[in-house]
């Protein structure tokens, strides 16, 4: 059924979703893969906070998250944590109970976004960390470095995920 959009022409509802029951709901979400969970949702996962969109995490980037967050991103990644800050700034932050800076904070979002583009491309967490983790010659007359290490800077995490969305789309 078609609706006027003020103006703009004329557009269409959205199809309907059906809804399934609360059992094969669960079972649906239990079965997960990469690919078909959210990156907003990946990153929350990594993070340990609840993310759904870029205002989440512009909220967590600006308030800071809680320190305990670095151990979520290092049990899941085996994560140097020097991408992040230096130990014994995270450690006394850990001790103090006090938030990461925005910076820290920003640098564990580009990786834990990194990290969820890359798990969706490779529809494999362990295919996916093994690629983030493994050092290669991406810049000229540079030391080989990891995606991962690539993805503490904002202009090395746009490296990275440029090379995971051209190999998405077939773009080598």
Do not use: C
């Not at 690539?150 to 995971?164: F, H, K, N, Q, W």
Request: overall charge positive.
């Amino acid at each position: 059924m078609a609706t006027l959009n003020k103006g703009h022409g004329r557009s269409r509802k959205p199809p309907s979703i059906p809804v399934q029951s609360s059992r094969k709901a669960k079972a649906s979400l239990e079965k997960t893969t990469p690919a078909t969970v959210s990156v907003y949702a990946r990153m929350g996962e990594l993070v340990g906070q609840q993310v759904n969109s870029e205002m989440d995490l512009v909220v967590l980037v600006r308030s800071g998250l809680p320190a305990k967050s670095i151990r979520t991103l290092k049990d899941a990644l085996g994560l140097d944590t020097e991408l992040v800050a230096p130990e014994t700034t995270l450690r006394r932050r850990l001790q103090d109970n006090k938030p990461l800076t925005t910076d820290e904070t920003e640098r564990m979002i580009r990786i834990a976004r990194i990290t969820s583009l890359a798990e969706a491309l490779f529809e494999d967490k362990d295919a996916a960390h093994a690629w983030l983790n493994t050092p290669a010659q991406y810049l000229r007359g540079e030391p080989a470095i990891s995606p991962i290490a690539l993805s503490s800077t904002d202009p090395g995490a746009r490296l990275v995920e440029s090379m995971i969305l051209r190999t998405e789309h077939g773009l080598f």
